[in-house]
């Protein structure tokens, strides 16, 4: 018997997902609370249309059987945004000097951090606000929660921050 999830099922399952894992990683005091939390994440966008089937599904009531052939490593662009009740901070796109698309690594992300996040906080009203990322390598290393510390304190939602 074969079965594919409707796209509202997927969608359903996926916000599930998503208010369990902020539960889980935030506590559900933080959630509850009412206290304003400001989320944040990379997504990678491909040039030649290849979609990350770990995150992006194509959703259909008949198994299609067909396969694509994609290149290895294709070019792709990295964009940071982060949301909150109150607006968006970003995009933000990882390019070197030369303005060539970069991977995120730590440097690279605590450069993002200092030169275009933190000075966006300061033209939002943002004592009170909470910041949540995943566990991603570069957003965990001490360095960088170090660094998102003397912004957000105790209101930093991460692996190895004060909520985890």
């Not at 889980?24 to 939390?37: L, Q």
């Not at 396969?67 to 070019?75: F, G, K, N, S």
């Amino acid at each position: 018997m074969n079965f594919f999830l409707s796209k509202d099922n997927l969608v359903a399952l996926h916000f599930k997902y998503d208010f369990w894992h902020l539960t889980a990683t935030a506590g559900w005091d933080v959630v509850k609370s009412g206290r304003p939390i400001l989320f944040s994440d990379e997504a990678h966008f491909w040039f030649n249309g290849y979609l990350n089937k770990q995150n992006c599904r194509i959703w259909s009531e008949t198994n299609p059987q067909v396969y694509v052939e994609t290149p290895l490593h294709p070019e792709k662009l990295t964009v940071w945004c982060a949301l909150w009740a109150g607006g968006i901070i970003g995009p933000y796109f990882f390019k070197n000097d030369e303005g060539h698309n970069v991977t995120v690594n730590g440097d690279r992300y605590r450069a993002m951090i200092t030169n275009f996040f933190i000075p966006e906080l300061n033209n939002h009203d943002v004592q009170e606000l909470w910041f949540q990322q995943d566990g991603a390598t570069c957003h965990t290393a001490r360095a960088t929660i170090d660094l998102l510390k003397d912004t957000f304190g105790d209101r930093l939602i991460s692996r190895f921050g004060p909520v985890n």
